[in-house]
């Protein structure tokens, strides 16, 4: 069992900013990717941000310049900053982790509950 727990969604106006936070835990024995992902309303869940163990990061078009993605090993946590934010960045936002059980030594894939972000005047 592994576990994410999301936390930054809420309400702000275009041009405002939002971190959100997705902590990992329970059955790891590593972590590799993370990201983040979104989906809004009547869309196809797309990729936001991702980053690899070695930090290497990779974003959407449509978010380059204004979404920075990281992570802290130590807490099994990555992050996204969003700045400048736009009506179209309003979505369902999750977190996704990848990498090897603990116990079986197996590979998993988990995602978080997702958390809301809504960019509205």
């Known amino acids: 069992q592994v576990q994410l727990v999301e936390s930054g969604g809420g309400l702000v106006q275009p041009g405002g900013s939002l971190r959100l936070s997705c902590a990992a835990s329970?059955?790891?024995?590593?972590?590799?990717?993370m990201g983040w992902y979104r989906q809004a309303p009547l869309k196809q869940r797309e990729l936001v941000a991702t980053?690899?163990?070695?930090?290497?990061?990779n974003y959407a078009d449509s978010v380059k310049g204004r979404f920075t993605i990281s992570r802290d090993n130590a807490k099994n946590t990555v992050y996204l900053q969003m700045n400048s934010l736009k009506p179209e960045d309003t979505a369902v936002y999750y977190c996704?982790?990848?990498?090897?059980?603990?116990?079986?030594?197996?590979?998993?894939?988990?995602w978080g509950q997702g958390t809301q972000v809504n960019v509205s005047a």
């Open positions: 996704n982790v990848k990498g090897y059980r603990d116990y079986p030594r197996t590979v998993f894939d988990s």
């Open positions: 980053i690899t163990s070695g930090s290497s990061t």
């Open positions: 329970g059955n790891i024995f590593r972590i590799n990717g």
